[in-house]
Nanobody
Framework: VQLQASGGGLVQAGDSLRLSCAASERTISGYSMGWFRQSPGKEREFISAIRWSDGRTYYADSVKGRFTISRDNAKNTVYLQMTGLRFEDTAVYYC?????????????????WGQGTLVTVSS
């Protein structure tokens, strides 16, 4: 699976942004999909995931209530709707695909990664 993340940009605190992750070469319907982010000098951290088996979603506490993950299997695309953006949300955001449906907050459970899209939130 090849993943292409897009939708990043420069926004102000409080704004909204929607990231997209388009997959090619293989359908994502059999994969759990996740979003991670990484800021300079920090580890890549889990943000959100959606399980392939039943569509259950998971969120990091830092984004719960502000971010929403969704998937459109027909378009082979996963989205991350981000609202109420904060300065600390500034990071490169990565999408990833996992053939499993458990432990989705663990980066090493993912099989494929996109190249990342930069989100910059000005305070």
């Amino acid at each position: 699976v090849q993943l292409q993340a897009s939708g990043g940009g420069l926004v102000q605190a409080g704004d909204s942004l929607r990231l997209s992750c388009a997959a090619s070469e293989r359908t994502i319907s059999g994969y759990s999909m996740g979003w991670f982010r990484q800021s300079p000098g920090k580890e890549r951290e889990f943000i959100s995931a959606i399980r392939w088996s039943d569509g259950r979603t998971y969120y990091a506490d830092s984004v719960k209530g502000r971010f929403t993950i969704s998937r459109d299997n027909a378009k082979n695309t996963v989205y991350l709707q981000m609202t109420g953006l904060r300065f600390e949300d500034t990071a490169v955001y990565y999408c990833a695909a996992a053939s499993r449906d458990y432990g989705l907050n663990y980066r090493y459970h993912y099989d494929y990664w996109g190249q990342g899209t930069l989100v910059t939130v000005s305070s």
